[in-house]
């Protein structure tokens, strides 16, 4: 990979200034204004700026308010349907686990709230959240230690110039209820402090059915401009959330042919495959600080530091194997009791503008820190008498058995990062970036002395070429480096080194694009390869791996935006070729594909304003998924599906209502919505079937 070659071709490049000049920067806008249209450019890229992404040489996808709301969407993996460079890897019910380009996820790195990390395993709420990012391909030099295929980041709602008051009411089959305030406004005469605050209750049912949950959610946020210089953000939430915990299912085997073949298919939001005891519990709090400083017109000063905590009792119900007739064979209930999560983190970078013999510059430097605690490690085992997946049995409670204490694992991560975009006429310019990450690992058994498990630094470089012949129209190359988090052998999977962590990972990607906006449509396309280790289950010596490499060659189309005033669009289409190569451990599977990657994937949702009739809209959903290896041998395919989804919206002026509508999987088409994740090739998890909800939004 030549990494220090290029790691130090890049950082001559930074610091090739000699001289300050000036240019305009725009500043950031004190107070939010509502929801944008589903076309969304401005993001921060934290090392990169705070930038239009036509200026980026990297692949970035955004999804507002307005896409969530028209959708209901309660979860990241209902709205980042909508990108078909992200595949569902859905472990049951508990929480959203989702790939980007093929590869999983960091649990405990790969999500951001307004680009700090959070807390691993939280079931992140939307209603406080503007916009989703998604920053594909390698991102350490964005945000540090991080998943191959990218990262999301969770930009909240901000305070409006005018007060407000929304009130959303919404029922769903299966006895789904929902209730949601968000409220705001100035808190002063001259608009220079603001406030935002959301709440929401969602119950589903009474923990006897497949879907069941209960939780309440409250946030705030507030802007204060202390001075034409000072510019602070506050913002908090709280989550408190039971749900019913549902397992993959097992697969079958063929009695005529002895091979293994998927499960008989089961609509697990209406049937219960754990136990209605079984609940996983978190709590989760999010807070965060941000103050941004200008010197001048040209350079400005940003800080931010954020807490973020999870603490989770989980119980993962499993069905190893069920047979045609749907008798469950195989089957136990992991817990893994009181477990606590913990991160803190906070960057700090100067960003401006400069000039040097004609050439100008954009320069961000900065540092960030990351400590993230766990306490967790633990598990016991219990029955899981399920007895058949169409008519299943339940218990009562057990007496849960004395475990010990968890083990204690503290994670460091500090970096310093500087990137600078070299203008050098008014089409063509490059980026270059580097950081440097300090990576530090250590854990504390119980009665057991402090053991360091990772002491090791990286450079993550990207390089970026752009030429843009105007403003609406964008070609770019880049090359980037990553560094993240390894995967934890699953527990549960009876490998010999089970619960055990696989150690930091490298990344590498190339990725060549164009972008194009007209008439408020942004249309991208980009060409990649990512690469990294494969991790998974060697059935051979029983141990969960790092081995060969996983390569995954792709081609992304994207259309958003509004085609007319009555029409608005969020169009997706991928083309992946993934590989497995260069494996020695288990050389049987070189030149297969990993799991759980489709070839093909593509979705559409359109939103239409009757012309004639401005009140009434109405919206279509269709979302495919090519056809997916359910495991790295390639024993068994998972087949392509199609769902469809149905909307209507109505605005009730009288009443200063919104009214919607919404079926998805309106044909209550059967489909495997994964196959598993982060080496569990043991199940599939079924998808959902026919849901109807209706909701009533009221502004004041």
């Known amino acids: ?21 000036s240019q305009e920067i725009e500043k950031v806008e004190v107070i939010g204004t509502r929801a944008p249209l589903y076309s969304t450019r401005d993001i921060n890229a934290s090392a990169l700026g705070s930038k239009d992404t036509q200026l980026l040489p990297i692949s970035i996808q955004s999804f507002s308010e307005a896409l969530i709301a028209n959708q209901r969407a309660k979860t990241l993996g209902e709205i980042l349907a909508n990108d078909a460079s992200v595949q569902n890897t859905s472990i049951g019910t508990v929480f959203d686990l989702v790939s980007l380009r093929g590869f999983q996820l960091d649990w405990t790195n790969g999500l951001r709230r307004d680009g700090l990390a959070l807390a691993p395993y939280q079931d992140v709420p939307l209603e406080n959240i503007q916009r989703i990012d998604v920053i594909k391909g ?29 009130v959303t009411v919404e029922l769903k089959n299966r006895a789904s209820k929902f209730l949601h305030l968000d409220f705001g406004g100035p808190l002063s005469n001259n ?18 059915g497949g879907d069941d ?46 091979k293994t073949i998927l ?98 510059h954009e320069l961000v430097i900065g540092l960030s820190a990351r400590e993230y605690q766990s306490k967790d490690g633990r598990w016991f085992e219990l029955t899981n008498p399920v007895g058949n997946i169409f008519n299943p049995t339940y218990t009562e409670k057990p007496n849960y058995p004395d475990y010990p204490d968890a083990n204690v694992t503290d994670t460091s991560e500090s970096s310093f990062f500087i990137t600078n975009t070299l203008h050098f006429n008014d089409v063509f310019y490059t980026t270059l970036g580097l950081r440097h990450i300090q990576y530090d690992k250590t854990q504390r058994a119980p009665n057991s002395a402090r053991v360091t498990l990772d002491d090791r630094s990286f450079n993550t470089p990207m390089l970026g070429i752009n030429y843009n012949p105007s403003d609406t129209l964008a070609f770019y190359l880049s090359y980037s480096e990553g560094a993240g988090e390894g995967a934890v052998a699953v527990i549960g999977s009876g490998a010999i080194n089970e619960g055990e962590s696989l150690g930091p990972q490298e990344s590498e990607q190339i990725e060549a694009g164009i972008k194009y906006q007209h008439a408020g449509i942004n249309y991208t396309a980009a060409l990649f390869q990512v690469e990294k280790m494969l991790e998974y289950h060697n059935r051979n010596t029983n141990y969960f791996v790092q081995d060969g490499v996983q390569s995954h060659q792709g081609l992304e189309l994207n259309l958003s935006g509004e085609i007319n005033a009555h ?128 909701s009533t939004t009221f502004s004041f």
């Open 1 to 21: 990979m030549k990494r220090s070659l290029i790691a130090a071709s890049t950082l001559v490049g930074l610091i090739s200034s000699d001289s300050l000049a």
């Open 138 to 166: 390698p991102s350490s030099l964005v945000s540090g230690f991080n998943n191959p295929g990218g990262t999301i980041n969770y930009v909240t709602k901000r305070p409006t110039q005018a007060r407000f008051f929304d």
């Open 191 to 208: 608009k220079d402090m603001g406030y935002r605050f959301n709440a929401a209750f969602e119950k589903n049912g009474d923990f006897t």
């Open 213 to 258: 949950l209960k939780r309440t959610f409250v946030s705030a946020a507030f802007d204060w401009q202390l001075s034409d210089q000072l510019f602070v953000r506050l913002d908090s939430d709280f989550q408190d959330k039971k749900t019913v915990s549902q397992p993959l299912i097992g697969l079958s085997t063929d009695p005529s042919t002895g």
């Open 263 to 360: 499960p008989p298919y089961v609509d697990t939001s209406e049937t219960l495959l754990g136990q209605p005891w079984a609940l996983y519990e978190t709590q989760t709090f999010n807070s965060a600080l941000r103050a941004d400083f200008w010197f001048n017109d040209q350079w400005q000063w940003v800080n931010q530091v954020a807490y973020s905590s999870n603490d989770r009792f989980t119980i993962f119900p499993d069905i190893y194997s069920v047979n045609q007739a749907g008798d469950v064979l195989s089957s136990a209930i992991h817990v893994t009791p009181d477990e606590e999560y913990q991160t803190v983190s906070a960057h700090t970078f100067v960003k401006g503008a400069f000039q040097t013999k004609g050439i100008e």
């Open 567 to 694: 029409l608005s669009t969020v169009t997706s289409v991928t083309f992946m070729n993934p590989t497995l190569d260069e494996l020695g451990g288990d050389n049987t599977i070189n030149g297969n594909r990993p799991a759980n990657v489709p070839k093909f994937q593509a979705n559409t949702f359109v939103d239409y304003t009757i012309p004639s009739y401005q009140s009434l809209s109405m919206n279509v959903g269709i979302f495919h998924v090519g056809e997916r290896e359910q495991n790295v041998s390639n024993t068994l395919t998972l087949p392509a599906y199609t769902r469809v989804d149905l909307g209507l919206k109505y605005q009730l002026s009288a009443l200063n209502a919104t009214v919607r509508l919404r079926v998805e999987n309106v044909f209550d088409k059967q489909y495997w919505l994964s196959g598993g994740a982060k080496g569990i090739d043991w199940g599939v998890s079924p998808g959902r079937g026919r849901l109807i909800s209706a």
